[in-house]
């Protein structure tokens, strides 16, 4: 994951199974493991995404010496955030 705001990279350390996963009966994606972001069906309309970003049980690092709620409005702007803009990369081995 990374910021071009920031211009920082956020690295998987762990669970790197878990990069993006989608649950079909709740309607939204999950970026990492834990609850690094739970992006909901309608993210534009909505103010109930979830940012965990900078938890120890999710799967990117986040920025050095930054505590949980600091890393939330890191990159969202706090806990609960609505998408503006999405752009997902795909990086491919073939």
Known sequence: MFSLSHRTKHAQYQ???WAVRLFRHSH???IG???????REGFDRRDDNIS????????FKGPPAMNV???QR?????HLF????LEVYVISSD
């Open 52 to 59: 965990g970003f900078g938890n120890y049980s999710g799967t």
């Open 15 to 17: 669970r790197e199974d």
């Open 74 to 78: 890191y990159l969202c702007g706090g």
């Open 33 to 39: 493991g834990g609850t690094d972001f739970i992006i």
């Open 82 to 85: 609505r998408v503006v803009e």
């Open 28 to 30: 939204a994606f999950v």
């Open 69 to 71: 709620s600091d890393c």
